[in-house]
Every structure is written in C-alpha cells, then in structure tokens.
C-alpha cells in the first residue's frame, strides 16, 4: 500500500469525527455518534434529536455519573433502538444507525445489580379461630346437633 492509499482512510475518519469530539464543558471529551447523547458523553440539557437520540438520553440518565449502567439499562438501549430500527416512518440512515447502537447495547459492559435490601424477618402468627360462614352452614346438621358445614 502507498502512503496515500493509508491516508485516505485516516483522513476521512478525522473529519467524520472532528466534530463530535468537541470537549465537554467539564472537560470530559464526547464522542458523540449521533444527536446530543449517542455516545460516549452528551450534550445535555439539549433536547434529543429523535427517536434514538430520545433512546440514548434514557440511556444516560439510567448510567451512574463515572460508572457502568446496569443490565436492564443496556438492555432497553437495546430495545428502544431496535424499535428505531425497524420503523418504516424512520429514514433509512437513522434506522442503520440505530441496529448499530442496538447491538452495541447488547455488547457494552453493565455494573453488578443493584443490592436488594436485607430481607425483613417476620414473625408467624397465630391463627385466629375461623366461624363458619352463615351460607355454608346446613341447616338440617344443626337440628341433629351437627354444627359444621355440611
């Protein structure tokens, strides 16, 4: 390969990137893939641009500042943009885009599973005595001396 047969595709991938690696206000960097929140980082408080920028913000909210997002939160990624993907009203780019980020959901690594609290100790109860109900009894038993349901 020549050098300018290399070039070519670094090139390229440097301007489709440039403007998404713009730096956070924090100085965080994003790497945004599409919208205000598909990627790493986001563009909040900005509105999401679509249906799978929409996804990707729930997506966000659900992932702990400087850590991973749980399973159930990866996998509702997954969900909302398979939905995107198969819509027929969506344009055909953004349907692309969305199986990419719906299987990159299915692979992206997730936190241990939130701690369920300690389980409560109960004590048992006692049962209280049970009168028989009034539609059950016979009335028949009751005259022979017999007061169960009959």
């Known amino acids: 390969m020549t050098m300018s047969q290399l070039a ?3 090139l390229f991938a440097a301007c489709l990137l440039a403007p998404a690696c713009a730096s956070a206000q924090d100085g965080a960097p994003k790497m945004l893939l599409h919208g205000n ?3 790493p ?4 408080p900005l509105a999401p641009v679509d249906a799978l920028d929409a996804a990707c913000a729930r997506h966000d ?3 702990p500042d400087g850590g991973l997002p749980s399973k ?3 996998l509702r990624l997954q969900a909302d ?3 995107v993907a198969q819509d027929p009203r969506q344009p055909s780019d953004l349907r692309g885009l969305a199986g990419l ?5 299915a692979m992206m690594p997730s936190g241990p599973a939130p701690r369920m609290a300690a389980p409560v100790s109960v004590r048992p109860v006692e049962a209280a005595p049970v009168a028989p ?3 059950l009894v016979d009335e028949d038993a009751i005259e022979d001396g017999e007061a169960g349901p009959g």
């Open 101 to 105: 980020v719906a299987s990159g959901a």
């Open 81 to 83: 943009a398979e939905r």
């Open 61 to 63: 909210a659900c992932t």
């Open 8 to 10: 070519a595709p670094v």
């Open 133 to 135: 109900d009034a539609d």
């Open 41 to 44: 980082g986001n563009n909040a």
């Open 72 to 74: 159930a939160c990866n």
């Open 37 to 39: 929140y598909c990627g």
